[in-house]
């Protein structure tokens, strides 16, 4: 059983109030709030085990290693990996798409070589790419998408060349909640002998992800929209890929040998982890997992769903409401627009009520330039949201959109 008002019990920050109202948070697309395991695991670790992982024969170090190391074992199992050799520990999605970008950009690519990306990408799938374009004179080539914001396979497979190197696409769209068939697209892709970087920001956090099933030679996502610490991420790589990869920074920990005449690095995954990684905020990203996972992620995706199909039945209702992108396959995320109401005077109407929203362009200005709009009001739903707090949205939109 699936029961939410317990569920919010964990998240003390949902408690509490903004300007005197309950606090409404429907920006889990941007972070998520922290269950009351995550911040105590890392408690704990400050207070009886910190010291640096790798490095040190003393307890502590050692202690500390353990914790670091199993949450390395609770990612892999999260995604269904093969090996731990192929989760990476990053700063987040942002570091873990720069990683490749930068790493398969010097080692795979030259002059006229393409990447293709998606009409919906984040800007961190698109500015990586671009600063390898400055670098080495690649290309970016964009799969466009229909009305309803849904990737145009056909044109998809029409971008294939003998020039294509990689396909860099997102799972979920941060802005319409499309849900793109990455399977297939990976299929697609594998079929010209291409590999694929799927951005998992927001799939990780409301569906099962599994990294075997899905084919996927990159996957990346960060800890903080997944319940858990910011400041960490991970990304997954096929062992033959990141083998094949030049490191990405350099200094303590990625090395086997130093000397001035010749340096040997460490094997995966420690090549691409250079310096003190945030070892606590790798605990308490596995504690976060495990939260997720006790709940089951079934469940939270079907809690979510349920969510998201009530609010755009209710929002629909509004008079002058504009729902941007209406996909078959829909995440808990919803853009809109209300008459010609601008987002951000919405937004700060919401705020005022106690519901926080996100309002601009969502790092993603190529797509609201498709869109013909040059920003939404996203409301992005989590585990711990409620029909009551759907409502409190519609609600709110009304009172503000009658000051009109
Ligand atoms: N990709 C998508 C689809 C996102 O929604 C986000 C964050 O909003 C990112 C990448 C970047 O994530 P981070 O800022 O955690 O690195």
């Not at 998606?118 to 466009?144: D, K, T, Y």
């Not at 991420?233 to 990625?254: I, N, S, T």
């Not at 995320?333 to 601009?360: E, M, N, P, Y």
């Amino acid at each position: 059983m699936y029961n939410v008002e317990e569920i919010r019990k964990d998240f003390p920050i949902l408690g509490r109030e903004v300007y005197g109202r309950p606090l409404v948070y429907l920006d889990n697309g941007a972070t998520t709030q922290k269950p009351r395991c995550v911040v105590e695991a890392m408690t704990d670790e400050y207070y009886n085990v910190n010291a640096n992982v790798h490095r040190g024969v003393h307890f502590l170090s050692q202690q500390a290693t353990e914790l670091h190391e199993a949450a390395r074992e609770t990612v892999r199992r999260f995604l269904n990996a093969r090996s731990t050799a192929e989760i990476i520990f990053t700063r987040g999605t942002t570091e873990s798409i720069n990683l490749v970008a930068s790493c398969f950009g010097e080692a795979c690519m030259r002059e006229g070589d393409e990447v293709i990306v998606s009409q919906m990408e984040h800007h961190a799938n698109i500015v990586s790419w671009q600063l390898v374009q400055a670098r080495r004179g690649i290309r970016l080539r964009v799969i466009p998408m229909n009305d309803r914001g849904e990737l145009l396979l056909d044109e998809y497979e029409r971008l294939f060349n003998d020039r294509t190197r990689i396909v860099a696409v997102t799972h979920v769209s941060n802005v319409l909640g499309t849900v793109n068939p990455v399977r297939r697209m990976i299929e697609t892709a594998h079929a010209y002998g291409v590999p694929v970087l799927v951005d998992g920001a927001q799939a990780v956090p409301h569906m099962p992800v599994d990294v075997q099933a899905l084919g996927a030679d990159f996957y990346a996502f960060s800890g903080h929209k997944v319940y858990g610490p910011t400041g960490v991420g991970v990304l997954y790589g096929k062992e033959e890929w990141l083998d094949r990869l030049p490191p990405y920074m350099g200094g303590g920990e990625m090395i086997d040998h130093v000397s001035f005449e010749r340096t040997t690095f460490a094997p995966l995954p420690l090549k691409f982890e250079a310096g003190t990684p945030d070892y606590v905020a790798t605990t308490g990203l596995a504690r976060a997992l495990d939260y997720v996972s006790r709940l089951g992620m079934d469940q939270i995706q079907a809690h979510e769903q349920q969510l998201t199909r009530y609010a755009l039945e209710r929002l629909r209702q509004i008079p002058g409401m504009r729902i941007l992108g209406s996909a078959a396959e829909h995440d808990a995320v919803v853009s809109f627009l209300v008459g010609d109401i601008h987002h951000l005077d919405l937004g700060t109407l919401l705020d005022r009520q106690g519901i926080a929203v996100r309002t601009g362009h969502h790092c993603a200005e190529p797509l609201m330039r498709r869109l013909g709009v040059e920003g939404t009001v996203r409301a992005s739903f989590g585990l711990y949201n409620t029909q009551a707090e759907v409502d409190a949205l519609v609600e709110g939109i009304e009172r503000a959109a009658a000051m009109f």
